[in-house]
């Protein structure tokens, strides 16, 4: 049981260019979650998803693309990527249902963006 | 977070003192007050949670209590180790969404603990 996993862990870049980030996880949760982690901003919620097809705005979604066509899987795409786009990035599942509230995190991309 | 306010942002203590750190939140409504905690280079995880009909929560050396009357909710590690050191976050429920089931973090608090 992988749980949920995020591809590629590292990956280097250069402005302008397109990047996409997978995240897939094996439990069926309802919800997926993208995070971004910078130093002196904490984690920012970039893009959040309550279902297939069903994508919503988090605090920073700017330069990000989603889609979410099947349950397991929510890439996070960088259009055009830019220097301030280089962090640590999270994926993130939770199931639906009331009192579950849990959030599991993959184990992160580091996105150097040059 | 949104509504939600950490303190302190740094946090030094010895090997085997008490660590408390503090969470003051806005919204009446909220039900459900989570602690996760990040080592360096890891990811969050879940370390604690308490909900609004409980005062207290335990578990070995970490416990969260709620004050639903002054707003604010505090995780408490007594006879703190070094395997404690970590990033520790009380994240809330967004509710800048329709369905208002996101988690905002904020920035954490930073404990260090020193042998």
């Keep these: 049981d992988a749980g949920i996993t995020q591809s590629p862990r590292y990956k280097i870049t250069e402005t302008g260019r397109q990047v996409t980030l997978m995240c897939h996880q094996t439990w069926s949760h309802s919800y997926m979650f993208w995070y971004r982690q910078d130093l002196g901003h904490g984690l920012r919620l970039i893009y959040y998803s309550a279902a297939a097809d069903i994508t919503d705005k988090g605090e920073v979604p700017d330069g990000y693309v989603v889609s979410r066509s099947k349950t397991e899987n929510f890439p996070l795409t960088l259009e055009s990527a830019t220097r301030s786009q280089t962090s640590v990035y999270f994926c993130a599942s939770r199931p639906s249902g009331p009192g579950i509230n849990e959030q599991f995190f993959g184990p992160g991309t580091r996105l150097t963006v040059l | ?115």
């Design chain 2, 1 to 115: 977070g949104e509504n939600v306010e950490q303190h302190p942002s740094t946090l030094s203590v010895q090997e085997g003192d008490s660590a408390v750190i503090k969470c003051t939140y806005s919204d009446s409504a909220s039900n459900y007050f989570p602690w996760y905690k990040q080592e360096l280079g890891k990811r969050p995880q879940l370390i604690i949670d308490i909900r609004s009909n409980v005062g207290e929560k335990k578990d070995q050396r970490i416990a969260v209590t709620l004050n639903k009357t002054a707003k604010h909710f505090s995780l408490h590690i007594t006879e703190t180790q070094p395997e404690d050191s970590a990033v520790y976050f009380c994240p809330e429920r967004s509710h800048r969404n329709q369905a208002g089931t996101a988690l905002i973090f904020g920035k954490g608090t930073t404990l260090s603990v020193s042998s």
